[in-house]
């Protein structure tokens, strides 16, 4: 077939906009497990640190297994692929009495919705003309509210199918646990729906560009590159970035920003919400029973949750792939390549927190997990919804 015949059906718009989605999904794909060993590999070097130990060390390139006289350490980096290879070769055991069907689905139904939250999370901008989001839908909030709930039916399932009372009492946990919270995540984000007036995640980014990220209590008006060459235009938008209703709004804001990292929290079963799992009561919760890969699953499942909730974290509150005077990649693929670095270092950053408070805070009793959700987050985010709606009426009027 000729090539310029090939270029052009490549290019019809149809077809573009498939293979693209496909090029996206798979790298995204990609990097997001690749991201997942890495995060694994932090935390061990996290906890030790915090720990005052040395970590792991010794796991590099085995040399002694090529014919060599001795292995190369590397720093430790070989555990992030000896963690799988483990896992794999493992035996997947099933215990009697199990329902053989839900057992080996409930794994699944973990892993499955944070993958699928990435599709509608801008990771960058543009990268030779290819908006960089795998589906760019107006609905993108409630999209991720939706897929993120089917999560607890893979826990509970598991507890259920695993015909054993301590998976049992961790799918029930985890269920009250997740339900709970939903509420008060699902509030928080109204008051963003209010001030951007969009559910679209790519235009609450856009709306930080031109506005500035939802966290800051004060933000340059017009702020570029150009304008730190020019001192006078740099004064003027600095003076014009002083707003009484920004800073009115950055209340409310900041509100919901940490009722929203804190539900996260709890969404992905991360210490100190982990009582789904609690090793010293449950044994391990509702993945007890589970072995091999089925059980790297639910691991491989928190870590995703907690790559994607980082994700809509950095996207909604923090200008999402934007950084100051850093422009997009209309203004060329490098400038575009620095967004996706600049998504992907912000998410590091939040996974780096989620990271230092599991190995630096207790595990809450159930009851005050309850009761920091009912009657601490869930009164608190319907009164931020009313406090941002007077902010605005007085405001505009």
């Given at each position: 077939?000729?090539?310029?015949?090939?270029?052009?059906?490549?290019?019809?718009?149809?077809?573009?906009?498939?293979?693209?989605?496909?090029?996206?999904?798979?790298?995204?794909?990609?990097?997001?497990?690749?991201?997942?060993?890495?995060?694994?590999?932090?935390?061990?070097?996290?906890?030790?640190?915090?720990?005052?130990?040395?970590?792991?060390?010794?796991?590099?390139?085995?040399?002694?297994?090529?014919?060599?006289?001795?292995?190369?350490?590397?720093?430790?980096?070989?555990?992030?692929?000896?963690?799988?290879?483990?896992?794999?070769?493992?035996?997947?055991?099933?215990?009697?009495?199990?329902n053989k069907f839900f057992f080996w689905l409930a794994p699944k139904l973990v892993l499955l919705p944070p993958l699928l939250v990435l599709a509608?999370?801008?990771?960058?901008?543009?990268?030779?003309?290819?908006?960089?989001?795998?589906?760019?839908?107006?609905?993108?909030?409630?999209?991720?509210?939706?897929?993120?709930?089917?999560?607890?039916?893979?826990?509970?399932?598991?507890?259920?199918a695993s015909n054993s009372k301590f998976p049992f009492i961790g799918g029930i946990r985890s269920s009250s646990q997740m339900i709970s919270y939903?509420?008060?995540?699902?509030?928080?984000?109204?008051?963003?729906?209010?001030?951007?007036?969009?559910?679209?995640?790519?235009?609450?980014?856009?709306?930080?560009?031109?506005?500035?990220?939802?966290?800051?209590?004060?933000?340059?008006?017009?702020?570029?590159?150009?304008?730190?060459?020019?001192?006078?235009?740099?004064?003027?938008?600095?003076?014009?970035?002083?707003?009484?209703?920004?800073?009115?709004?950055?209340?409310?804001?900041?509100?919901?920003?940490?009722?929203?990292?804190?539900?996260?929290?709890?969404?992905?079963?991360?210490?100190?919400?982990?009582?789904?799992?609690?090793?010293?009561?449950?044994?391990?919760?509702?993945?007890?029973?589970?072995?091999?890969?089925?059980?790297?699953?639910?691991?491989?499942?928190?870590?995703?949750?907690?790559?994607?909730?980082?994700?809509?974290?950095?996207?909604?509150?923090?200008?999402?792939?934007?950084?100051?005077?850093?422009?997009?990649?209309?203004?060329?693929?490098?400038?575009?390549?620095?967004?996706?670095?600049?998504?992907?270092?912000?998410?590091?950053?939040?996974?780096?927190?989620?990271?230092?408070?599991?190995?630096?805070?207790?595990?809450?009793?159930?009851?005050?997990?309850?009761?920091?959700?009912?009657?601490?987050?869930?009164?608190?985010?319907?009164?931020?919804?009313?406090?941002?709606?007077?902010?605005?009426?007085?405001?505009?009027?």
């Amino acid at each position: 077939m000729d090539t310029a015949l090939i270029l052009h059906f490549l290019t019809t718009p149809l077809v573009f906009l498939i293979w693209t989605t496909f090029l996206k999904t798979f790298i995204l794909l990609n990097v997001v497990l690749g991201v997942v060993s890495v995060t694994v590999f932090a935390e061990r070097k996290v906890s030790a640190f915090i720990q005052d130990r040395t970590g792991p060390n010794r796991v590099g390139i085995p040399m002694t297994l090529l014919g060599g006289k001795k292995d190369i350490p590397l720093w430790g980096l070989g555990q992030m692929i000896a963690d799988p290879v483990k896992l794999l070769t493992k035996e997947n055991f099933v215990p009697a009495g199990v329902n053989k069907f839900f057992f080996w689905l409930a794994p699944k139904l973990v892993l499955l919705p944070p993958l699928l939250v990435l599709a509608v999370l801008p990771f960058g901008s543009s990268l030779f003309g290819v908006e960089m989001t795998i589906a760019n839908i107006n609905v993108g909030v409630l999209f991720i509210f939706a897929v993120t709930s089917l999560s607890v039916y893979g826990i509970t399932i598991a507890g259920w199918a695993s015909n054993s009372k301590f998976p049992f009492i961790g799918g029930i946990r985890s269920s009250s646990q997740m339900i709970s919270y939903e509420l008060s995540l699902g509030l928080s984000i109204i008051p963003i729906f209010m001030v951007c007036g969009t559910l679209n995640i790519n235009e609450i980014v856009d709306w930080q560009i031109k506005n500035g990220w939802l966290v800051a209590p004060y933000w340059p008006h017009g702020f570029s590159l150009d304008q730190l060459l020019h001192p006078k235009d740099l004064i003027h938008s600095l003076i014009a970035g002083v707003s009484l209703e920004r800073f009115l709004l950055w209340i409310p804001m900041m509100v919901s920003f940490v009722i929203f990292l804190v539900s996260i929290f709890a969404e992905t079963n991360r210490l100190p919400f982990d009582l789904p799992e609690a090793e010293q009561e449950l044994v391990g919760g509702y993945h007890t029973e589970y072995s091999s890969m089925n059980f790297a699953s639910f691991f491989l499942g928190e870590y995703a949750a907690m790559f994607a909730g980082s994700g809509a974290i950095v996207s909604i509150f923090l200008g999402g792939w934007s950084l100051p005077i850093i422009p997009d990649g209309s203004h060329g693929w490098v400038w575009g390549l620095v967004n996706i670095g600049a998504w992907f270092a912000k998410v590091s950053v939040i996974l780096l927190f989620m990271i230092w408070i599991r190995w630096t805070l207790p595990r809450f009793r159930y009851d005050q997990l309850m009761k920091l959700g009912w009657l601490g987050f869930f009164p608190i985010a319907l009164f931020n919804i009313f406090l941002t709606a007077i902010i605005l009426a007085v405001v505009h009027h």
